[in-house]
């Protein structure tokens, strides 16, 4: 049965629907199988603008899930020269969710065999034990790696069909990552699933054990065994049978239906195949190691695989190679872009650093301005407090001398009345002084003579010239005061008069 045509098959690709569209950082060239838009073609490119060729795998809603799957994709994407297909993570769309890996240029153990079914002739060994032996390696770095899962359980791959090998343009080959393909926890023979791939199946898948890297190392040794005898290992018409002759286990060795195989052979293969997973290789490098001894001197050359893919898709090599051209175009136009957008970004940058700085400077003259407008106004206020407060001592002052002249006014008439009196003072004489009468002179009384003037009627004789005397003597001195009153005025007394009362 011949494989389907891919979109590189064809010389002149019928355009596809998708192509042109982007689901996430991806550009759409296409399905890589006209009319199954599960495998997409397309470019992928990266933060600095370099593009590459990827597969865009349409998950299922049972398959994996996004941890898990960017978890392996971290683990892979520094594999550069691997064996293993590389994986870049999950892009999403209203489509679903794609798990993007590399494009590997080239074609399945399985497109190979048809071809040279069609071309007449079988598929040599030694090109496929070559293939076998690079997916072995690839396989050894799955198992290789720490299971997140259960760290003392390597990872496995779970099934290993022709369809999973990939044998390159330049004669290398890889072994497609398992993390996108539908194998099931739980196999059923009576599954659709177990139709094409029970021939491959360790006994524990079919038997529903767990499995791990030794299942891995069983499906290696079937696909090994068939390309030594050019025959189906565990044959039967349906997928049941073919389950069943699985369980029963190999029974013929290799060399047996091959007679230029050396017995070593069959000591690595008919282990590998051993029905109690403990008697297996543990893991995919020991059987690698194992296997590459006795059958190393009739591997093919890298040189030799790549002539014979060239030859048997030449369709496809071109078109590769078309394609390569157009990533690289679209590749230059990305980096072109990025550059643009990276000038405007710069440019944006600085306009925006211009905006902020012209911003920050209209800020500092507006501040500035407001802070001048500030003390302006601060100035005003304390120039008008100033005058308010000069107003307010000026009212002040005012209203303390309304009392003094009030008092000044209602002196004036008293003023005006003693300046009269004091002129009617001037004008009339002065006061006499009162008479002071002298002090009494003492009399001297002369003793009674023997006479009869002791007589009451002498006395009073007496008594009256003394009278008649001191009459005098005050008549005398009165007659003298007024003589020397005429002669000095006697100074008023009193407050001085003031100027416009004085004469």
């Not at 950082?25 to 296409?30: A, D, F, L």
């Not at 590459?52 to 683990?75: F, N, Q, R, T, Y």
């Not at 791990?212 to 190392?217: L, S």
Request: glycine fraction near 8%; charged fraction near 20%; charge should be neutral.
């Amino acid at each position: 049965m011949s494989s389907p045509l891919t979109l590189l098959d064809e010389e002149s690709p019928t355009p596809d629907p998708l192509a042109g569209t982007t689901i996430g950082s991806c550009g759409i060239v296409g399905a890589l199988v006209p009319g199954k838009p599960s495998a997409l073609l397309a470019f992928k490119l990266d933060l600095g603008g370099a593009s590459e060729v990827v597969l865009l795998h349409k998950l299922d809603d049972a398959g994996p899930g996004p941890a898990s799957i960017l978890a392996d994709a971290e683990a892979a994407a520094g594999l550069r020269e691997s064996h293993l297909e590389r994986v870049f993570g999950v892009e999403t769309s209203e489509q679903g969710n794609y798990w993007v890996t590399e494009y590997v240029p080239g074609a399945t153990l399985d497109e190979i065999r048809a071809a040279c079914k069609q071309s007449g002739t079988s598929l040599p060994m030694g090109f496929g034990l070559a293939a076998v032996a690079d997916a072995a390696l690839g396989l050894h770095e799955l198992h290789s790696r720490q299971n997140p899962r259960d760290a003392l359980t390597p990872r496995a791959h779970g099934l290993i069909r022709p369809q999973h090998i990939v044998v390159t343009f330049g004669g290398s080959a890889k072994l497609l990552n398992p993390r996108y393909l539908k194998i099931p926890s739980k196999v059923s023979a009576d599954d659709e699933w177990f139709t094409g791939n029970a021939g491959y199946l360790a006994p524990e898948v079919i038997n529903g054990s767990p499995v791990d890297a030794r299942a891995d190392v069983f499906s290696l040794a079937v696909l090994v065994y068939e390309l030594m005898t050019n025959k189906v290992l565990f044959a039967g018409r349906t997928p049941r049978e073919r389950a069943e002759a699985t369980l029963r286990g190999a029974q013929v060795p290799p060399s047996k239906l091959n007679l230029s195989l050396s017995p070593h052979v069959d000591d690595a293969v008919m282990r590998a195949l051993s029905l109690d997973p403990g008697q297996r290789y543990a893991n995919a490098g020991d059987f690698h190691r194992a296997l590459k001894q006795p059958v190393g001197q009739y591997m093919w050359k890298e040189a030799q695989r790549a002539e014979l893919m060239t030859r048997l898709f030449s369709t496809r090599a071109r078109q590769t190679q078309a394609l390569a051209g157009r990533m690289k175009e679209h590749e230059a136009a990305a980096i072109t872009r990025a550059a643009d957008e990276k000038r405007a970004a710069e440019n944006a940058r600085i306009a925006a650093a211009e905006a902020q700085a012209t911003a920050e400077a209209a800020a500092r003259l507006a501040q500035q301005q407001a802070q001048q407008a500030a003390q302006l106004a601060a100035q005003q206020a304390a120039t008008a407090a100033k005058a308010r407060a000069e107003a307010s001592a000026a009212a002040a002052k005012a209203a303390a001398r309304k009392p003094l002249l009030r008092i000044a006014i209602g002196a004036v008439p008293a003023v005006l009345l003693l300046g009269v009196i004091g002129w009617f003072a001037l004008k009339s004489p002065p006061p006499q002084p009162p008479v002071v009468a002298p002090p009494p002179v003492p009399v001297v009384v002369a003793p009674p003579l023997a006479t009869d003037s002791g007589s009451p009627e002498a006395d009073a004789g007496s008594s009256e010239d003394a009278g008649v005397a001191e009459a005098s003597d005050g008549g005398a001195d009165a007659s003298l005061d007024g003589g020397a009153a005429k002669k000095k005025k006697k100074k008023p007394s009193g407050p001085p008069l003031p100027p416009w009362l004085r004469r």
